[in-house]
């Protein structure tokens, strides 16, 4: 399964997250991919894609961050995914 993982932090807590992103990497859980990670320039927030079929991994790793950061994870799917669900609620607005 694909997950958003989007986050932010304040300033008060800025140094302590580079800190620990500069030590760590910030490295997931062993077996959660990520798939990328992108930060906004000139925001203190960012968002990743991550992959994976145990769903806590993805709370373990927002749990390890969440002293320092605010963290919201949305369920995603891919167009290929989610094209034939939209055809079929487009069929049953139309029947």
């Excluded at 990743?48 to 709370?59: N, R, S």
């Amino acid at each position: 399964m694909l997950f958003i993982i989007h986050w932010s932090f304040t300033p008060q807590t800025r140094n302590a997250a580079i800190a620990r992103f500069l030590k760590t990497g910030g490295a997931p859980p062993a077996n959660l991919k990520v798939l990328g990670r992108w930060h906004a320039v000139g925001h203190q927030q960012g968002f990743g894609v991550v992959e994976t079929d145990d769903l806590a991994l993805v709370q373990k790793w927002v749990l390890d961050w969440s002293d320092l950061m605010t963290m919201e994870v949305f369920a995603a799917m891919t167009d290929t995914d989610i094209g034939p669900l939209l055809g079929a609620t487009l069929s049953q607005t139309n029947a």
